[in-house]
């Protein structure tokens, strides 16, 4: 978690660099125009406003990214009924354990809620700001084509004994987990249904890749979506069968 630690920060350093710049241009542009005007701006929109923002976007993407790989690593961030494979544990997917989209939706927001305070670490790279943080409440919502995570978090600043506030943060990864679930629904009701004979024509037919490793007598279905990247990586969906 530390060497991520570090990747947000430096973000927050190219961020203030670069929105340093964006404010002084336009803070000339508007003392061309008009001086009483640059100067309330000035006051009115600090520049930690925005640098403070994108720190807590940074946050929020790299613990949801983290949920999502985990998510489909496991079949589930909530391991149920697992079998292991070289230290690996996912979830069975049968007959009653296809993890509903509501399900996944639950794992996603309470797994961003429980670690974003983690990666925020008291506002630590802003050490001498006057700024607090309120409660995070996180809510996933897995869209047909990506997912998107609505965080409610009141920050807020003091600067020069004015307030200045956030209050929602959203950030969308384009991963396509509810393809991933009805590949899911439609292999276990391949194999209740008619075994495997039809099953290996039916993943020959899918957009994604898609392969099985049986290990003592479990069967490891990998599901790889070149149209899905975390971290520039394709998204990868793994359950295990009987």
Known sequence: MKSKKAQVTLYIIIGIVVTSSIFLFLYIADQNKDPNKAAKRALEGPIEMLTIRDFVDSCIKMVSAEALSLLGLQNGITLGNYAQLNGYKVNYADSAGVLPIGEMEKQLSDFVA??????????????????????????????????DFTVDYKVVLTAKEKKHQLDKFIITHNVRLKKMQKITQNVVNQILGKGYIELYDYLGELDVNASIYAVDGVKYFVLEDEKSKLDNLPYKYVFATT
């Not at 008291?122 to 006057?130: A, H, L, Q, S």
Request: proline content about 6%.
């Open 114 to 147: 429980e670690n974003l305070p983690d990666c925020i670490d008291n506002f630590e790279p802003f050490k001498g700001r006057d700024i607090s943080g309120g409660a995070i409440s996180a809510k996933a919502k897995i869209n047909e084509l990506d997912v």
